[in-house]
């Protein structure tokens, strides 16, 4: 089966260095997503992942292991704008007759960040 | 418009109502997804249409629940015989393809209600 793992909650200082960790069991890899969702507003991509490394993009950086089924979101120089839900989302199985593959999302983390 | 639209963004309805939402997707984008997201809760995807293969349909919940799609256009979720558990915010989302690195753009949302 598919399973993400994500905090629930998280609460940091604006201006602070903050990271979510996110861990999967699939039964498939073909990389992993992430991205945010400010209350009730639809989700935005943030970043992507297929291969191990960090990749960076401004104040957003993410993190994958293959190995260790494991990723993380950093996000730096915290804003108040950044309170927001974090999705973690791996595709995983192959979808057969489309071929190709499905998204399996986390709960994702919420993150506050207070003055 | 450039992005995901969907209609209507609220509906109520009674119980034992049908209901239809619609998603008009980016022109272009082949690959076509419904999400149910409950209050608090993740994205629990329920269909995939990728262009003319035949769409993966292993997340609807019930058989009171449907959904087509016109080519690589316009989608229409159907719920029959509407039950309370299936408020929810149902959205959209479209990508160029259903592999590598696409991202899915998400539409706004609607957002159900059943009393």
């Known amino acids: 089966g598919q399973n993400i793992d994500q905090p629930t909650e998280m609460t940091a200082t604006e201006g602070a260095i903050v990271q979510i960790n996110c861990t999967y069991q699939t039964s498939g890899f073909n990389g992993l997503f992430w991205y945010q969702q400010h209350a009730g507003e639809a989700p935005t991509f943030l970043s992507y992942n297929v291969l191990d490394g960090l990749e960076e993009k401004g104040r957003f950086s993410s993190f994958l292991s293959r190995s260790k089924g494991y990723s993380y979101l950093l996000l730096k120089e915290l804003q108040m704008k950044d309170s927001a839900s974090y999705l973690c989302?791996?595709?995983?199985?192959?979808?057969?007759?489309?071929?190709?593959?499905?998204?399996?999302f986390g709960k994702g983390t919420k993150l506050s960040v207070i003055p | 418009g450039a992005g995901v639209s969907q209609s209507p963004s609220n509906k109520v309805t009674e119980k034992g109502k049908d209901v239809e939402l619609r998603c008009d997707p980016i022109?272009?984008?082949?690959?076509l997804y419904w999400y149910r997201q409950r209050l608090g809760q993740g994205l629990e995807f329920l269909i995939y249409?990728?262009?003319?293969?035949?769409?993966?349909k292993s997340g609807l919940p019930s058989d009171r629940f449907s959904a087509e799609r016109t080519g690589e256009s316009v989608s229409t979720l159907t719920i029959q015989r509407t039950q309370q558990e299936d408020s929810a915010v149902y959205l959209c989302a479209s990508s160029l393809g259903g592999s590598g690195g696409n991202e899915q753009f998400f539409g706004p949302g609607t957002r159900l209600t059943v009393l």
């Open positions: 249409f990728q262009g003319n293969s035949a769409p993966d």
């Open positions: 989302a791996v595709r995983d199985r192959l979808v057969s007759g489309a071929g190709s593959y499905q998204l399996t």
């Open positions: 022109s272009g984008h082949t690959a």
